[in-house]
């Protein structure tokens, strides 16, 4: 079992920036990618960004591309998205999310472990 807790969401004006944080506790972080994904009000969920277990790989989607930055620290077993240059549209639930899988899907279909969720609301 691993519990997800994030952290680092709040109220941010437009251009502003925001680090979110993800702390794994249960079983051992490497063994698992990671990823984040989030909710817009009225809307499905969607994919944002994921790591892979060592954090040599990356990638992110196109509308969070060039601002949004994941990382993570195995020693810390937490993971991390720099969020800059934010907009009105960015606006959501943000969800920490843990796959014992080489590296996540952008459907989430291989995502065990969901956080609860911190929420970023960004004003125009």
């Known amino acids: 079992q691993v519990q997800l807790v994030e952290s680092g969401g709040g109220l941010v004006q437009a251009g502003g920036s925001l680090r979110l944080s993800c702390v794994a506790s249960?079983?051992?972080?490497?063994?698992?990618?990671m990823g984040w994904f989030r909710q817009a009000p009225g809307k499905e969920r969607e994919f944002v960004s994921r790591i892979s277990r060592s954090g040599g790989s990356t990638f992110h989607a196109d509308s969070v591309k060039g601002r949004f930055t994941i990382s993570r620290d195995n020693a810390k077993n937490t993971v991390y998205l720099q969020m800059n240059s934010l907009k009105p549209e960015d606006t959501a639930v943000y969800y920490c999310a843990a796959g014992d899988t080489l590296i996540l899907d952008t459907a989430g279909s291989r995502v065990t472990y969901w956080g609860k969720g911190t929420l970023v609301t960004v004003s125009s």
């Open positions: 249960g079983r051992i972080f490497t063994t698992y990618s």
